[in-house]
């Protein structure tokens, strides 16, 4: 039986890993729980699983969630804010932690269970993106392992196995195109919060579907790729594949491509993420080719989508630059959905501080430079949002 810690537990990420452990109880046990502020769904994974230690990221949440679990016997170890949840990340017998929290607050937490010895199934991209200079070597250091838990890296990872070393060639993430995938460019202009959040294949939480109306979330993922596997971004491409039934190919030197395949659902790379190197028999619906048709590819529109050739820019670019897009990305999305800018602020306003950050970017950040950047860039965001209607489009990155 695997022990498992799982930070960011109500979430989307949070919430798919906990149904594969009450469905796989003989294979998994949870140890700690870590949420960001719903103490009621908190509470009653609390009752079902028993973790021996919980944390609320929200320190004012901690009294309300104490009274709902007060009658439990024995307690939890109870801890709220930052604090809390890092310590969640390192605590107890743990072999692999979940890192489900969105955006730059799971860098620390992932961040501590690495310097814990514990495994990373990493759901929480940012982590690379932003801290990859610095969670590289320490995941050499203490010796243990990154195994991605999203379905593009997730299928690039089991395509990659037994691949001889130096085999690989390309990397070819596949993209659903998002909410607007169908849409004219001109209509973008008329975008509404509502129509940023339907995606057309996958449930997700809102910050993630609106980076997947953006294409944002697959310049990310390139930059992630570059750090998981290896590869010079010139040898990570994207297609648009609207079917997102293959989630991701590889590319071999023969010209051999592999590529894995199955329904939107994001159980199975969590599964193998949990599981790996076994696989475990479900239940679940088996992938029927003729009942998904056909599958069609195409090449994204730089100028639908102006997110992919920045984070490419920014990816090339290195040292701090990445964190800074990492965080403008995350303010200007925040403020999208708070309805305070429209959909194509977005990217104006990432391109605006990423440009301001080039005289500044360090080669070989420290992990205080990084948190540094991170606060800079999302205050700059702001900065930015007040001019937007006579801020210049910015090319010199691209």
């Known amino acids: 039986m695997k022990a498992i810690t799982l930070v960011g537990s109500t979430g989307s990420i949070g919430t798919q890993t906990l149904d594969i452990v009450a469905q796989y109880p003989e ?16 509470a009653a994974q609390i009752r079902q699983f028993r973790p021996s230690i919980a944390a609320i990221w929200s320190e004012e949440k901690l009294p309300a969630l104490q009274a709902a679990i007060k009658d439990l016997d024995p307690q939890p170890i109870l801890l709220a804010g930052e604090g809390g949840v890092i310590e969640v990340a390192r605590y107890g017998d743990a072999q692999t932690v979940v890192t489900g929290i969105v955006g730059c607050a799971g860098l620390l937490p992932t961040i501590a269970a690495i310097e814990a010895g514990k495994d990373i199934a990493l759901a929480n991209k940012e982590t690379l993106i932003a801290g990859g200079p ?19 890296h997730s299928a690039i990872f089991q395509c990659l196995q037994g691949v001889p070393k130096g085999g690989l060639r390309k990397i070819l993430l596949t993209a659903s195109g998002g909410a607007f995938r169908d849409w004219d460019v001109a209509k973008l202009a008329e975008v509404t919060v509502a129509d940023a959040l339907k995606h057309p294949n996958w449930s997700m939480g809102r ?58 659902d994001m159980r199975l790379p969590l599964l193998y993420a949990l599981s790996w190197p076994d696989r475990i028999y479900t239940d679940w619906e088996r992938l029927d080719l003729v009942k998904a048709g056909n599958l069609t590819f195409r090449e994204p529109d730089h100028q639908k989508y102006p997110c992919m050739q920045l984070a490419y820019a920014v990816g090339r670019a290195g040292g701090s630059m990445p964190a800074v897009l990492n965080a403008a990305n995350e303010q200007a999305v925040a403020l999208f959905l708070a309805e305070k800018i429209r959909f194509l602020d977005i990217p104006r306003c990432i391109e605006w501080v990423c440009d301001r950050h080039q005289n500044h970017n360090l080669a070989n950040p420290a992990l205080d430079d990084i948190l540094t950047a991170d606060k800079w860039a999302r205050q700059e965001v702001l900065i930015a949002t007040e001019s937007l209607e006579h801020a210049p489009q910015i090319i010199s990155l691209r």
Not at 27 to 42: D, H, K, M
Not at 252 to 258: G, I
Request: charged share 20%.
């Open 27 to 42: 294979q998994f046990r949870i140890v700690g729980l870590a949420a960001g502020s719903n103490v009621e769904l908190l």
């Open 207 to 264: 910050k993630i579907t609106v980076d997947s109306a953006t294409l944002m979330n697959k310049g990310l993922e390139v930059i992630e790729a570059h750090f998981l596997f290896g590869l010079d971004y010139d040898k990570i491409e994207i297609v648009i594949h609207p079917q997102s039934i293959i989630h991701s190919l590889i590319e071999l030197q023969d010209t051999s491509v592999l590529a894995q395949l199955g329904w939107p």
């Open 134 to 152: 610095v969670v590289l070597p320490l995941i050499e250091k203490y010796g243990v392992k990154i195994l991605p838990a999203d379905s593009e």
